[in-house]
């Protein structure tokens, strides 16, 4: 068995894998004011199934939370725990930009789909908004614009006047109210966003792609865009399973 752990700024994601590399137990969890309490009642799920655990791997945006994970695993298995860019990933993706600023998740987002026949632009609509472009096996870099709803609390905050408020599918452009307009903003903005950056990507390359969603807005901003797109909500779970395959 394998366990595999997505450590995102909001929310941890971790999942016990058989051998035949399904899920077979899964825990989802916030980030906010994690504490070594918090990831033991978390991890109990897992409990039983720690003494057939044969891997470990992370991916990790944050770094003290992934100590902590790691710390309260080495009280509980022998197995170590690696952190996917403590590997040598060349047998997998040839990386054209600087490894260490580069985001673990989007590396291991590039590793779930690259392959030598196809072109990708994955966008994540998560804490960031990013973009990341794959050409054949190479991982060529990518953008980072500000995160939806990380943007719409920021606004709420700042404006007094501007409740909290929650997205959703809208037809109409031109609000008649703060709500709607907000909402108009950003359902119409961050779709303008995607099909504008997708486009200037096109552009500057002069290659087709396939292009990925993934993240929490993934539905909702799929269907303003003018991109065609797919959505797939697992790929950084699929490209954690997928590197395994080079961990000893």
């Not at 952190?83 to 990386?95: G, N, Y």
């Not at 980072?144 to 007094?160: F, M, Q």
């Not at 031109?174 to 119409?188: E, H, K, L």
Request: net charge positive; proline share 2%; hydrophobic share 40%.
């Amino acid at each position: 068995m394998y366990l595999i752990g997505d450590i995102g700024n909001s929310e941890i994601k971790v999942c016990l894998i058989n051998n035949q590399k399904k899920i077979i137990k899964k825990i989802n969890f916030s980030n906010n004011k994690i504490s070594s309490s918090k990831i033991s009642k978390n991890f109990i799920i897992f409990n039983r199934y720690f003494p057939k655990i044969e891997k470990i791997l992370f991916c990790s945006v944050v770094p003290t939370t992934f100590k902590l994970i790691k710390r309260y695993l080495n009280h509980k298995t022998k197995i170590k725990c690696n952190e996917i860019k403590e590997l040598k990933l060349s047998s997998l993706i040839d990386i054209k930009v600087n490894y260490k600023q580069v985001g673990s998740d989007r590396l291991t987002n590039a590793i779930s789909l690259i392959n030598k026949k196809k072109n990708f632009i994955i966008i994540d609509l998560g804490t960031a908004t990013t973009f990341d472009v794959l050409i054949n096996k190479s991982y060529k870099g990518g953008i980072i614009a500000p995160g939806i709803k990380l943007s719409l609390n920021t606004l709420s905050d700042r404006a007094s006047l501007i409740p909290k408020i929650n997205l959703k599918n809208i037809k109409k452009v031109i609000g008649v109210d703060t709500v709607s307009a907000v909402r108009s903003g950003f359902f119409w903005g961050y779709a303008g966003l995607i099909d504008n950056i997708v486009n200037l990507i096109k552009k500057e390359v002069g290659k087709p792609f396939d292009v990925i969603i993934t993240g929490g807005f993934a539905e909702l901003i799929k269907s303003p865009i003018k991109t065609k797109v797919k959505i797939d909500k697992n790929i950084t779970i699929k490209g954690l399973i997928k590197t395994l395959e080079i961990l000893t």
